[in-house]
């Protein structure tokens, strides 16, 4: 017979976590066990458990509605599902084939795929807009090394190329994705925001844009819904701001005049 602990065998307990920790790898905002009520008259609201809760066990872990990454931090962390570099599978590996006229009808600046010539025989296959080379045919790309130059430099008809973890958005060069959410549309969705960001004059992305762009992707959120579709799993809805507390505060004249006329979103923001 099984030796049980509370009702349940050690066999158990361990499948329960083995399944706990899938389901946080394949998504880091997963469980809801309790949620928030009005309690007493008079008290307020509280947490209420909808579930019975193991020691030890996630509570609540849910993306938020709302959030961006510090500028900082942009290019390291996946946008959408927050996994650092680290944590997404680093040894990513494409193969880049050369076309009928020799050239291999890739468009790279630095190490950053940025796009595909016209017909060319990569696009669509193994790599997209967003790769990051790492190293061509075992070469590592460095700023001695261009990525460029190790390609002009070869000569097989195939190359095999080593990526980094994240996909990065060219344009704005203000966010990343993991592969994973690439897939899943979010990368797509962000053209979205990014079409906005770039709209705004230069001299007012200086320095950290991070308030910036959490508006751009608010109104990006109004307007187009959400990128992992009308009822993303563990993710908080958008009305779930209107639960927030307000508090009111006095915008300066100038700081308003600037707004009014640098404004890229029509409507309220």
């Known amino acids: 017979m099984a030796e049980t602990s509370g009702g349940l065998s050690k066999a158990e307990k361990h499948r329960r976590k083995r399944e706990e920790k899938k389901a946080q790898q394949a998504a880091p905002f997963y469980c809801l066990k309790a949620e928030r009520q009005d309690a007493e008259e008079g008290k307020g609201q509280g947490m209420f458990a909808l579930e019975d809760i193991s020691k030890g066990s996630a509570v609540v872990c849910a993306s938020p509605a709302l959030a961006v990454i510090f500028d900082v931090a942009a290019t390291k962390v996946c946008a959408f599902c927050f996994r650092h570099a680290q944590d997404v599978k ?25 796009g595909f010539a016209s017909g060319s025989v990569n696009e669509g296959g193994s790599l997209a807009a967003g790769d990051i080379l790492k190293a061509v045919d075992g070469k590592a790309v460095s700023p001695d090394v261009s990525a460029v130059s190790l390609i002009k430099a070869s000569s097989g008809e195939t190359l095999q190329v080593s990526l980094e973890p994240l996909r990065r958005c060219h344009c704005c060069n203000c966010l990343a994705c993991c592969p994973k959410c690439a897939e899943q549309g979010a990368l ?5 925001e990014c079409e ?3 709209k ?5 992305r200086k320095g950290d844009t991070s308030v910036l762009r959490m508006l751009l992707r608010y109104r990006a959120l109004q307007v187009h819904g959400d990128w992992a579709g009308p009822e993303p799993p563990g993710k908080e809805p958008l009305a779930q701001l209107a639960t927030l507390q307000a508090s009111s505060t006095a915008v300066p004249a100038l700081r308003r005049e600037r ?3 640098n404004s890229v979103c029509s409507g309220e923001m």
């Open 188 to 192: 797509s969705w962000h053209q979205h």
């Open 196 to 198: 906005e960001f770039l």
């Open 259 to 261: 707004w009014d006329q």
């Open 90 to 114: 680093s040894e990513r590996n494409a193969v880049l084939k050369r076309g009928p006229n020799g050239g291999f009808g890739v468009l790279i600046d630095g190490s950053l795929i940025t």
């Open 200 to 204: 705004v004059p230069e001299n007012e």
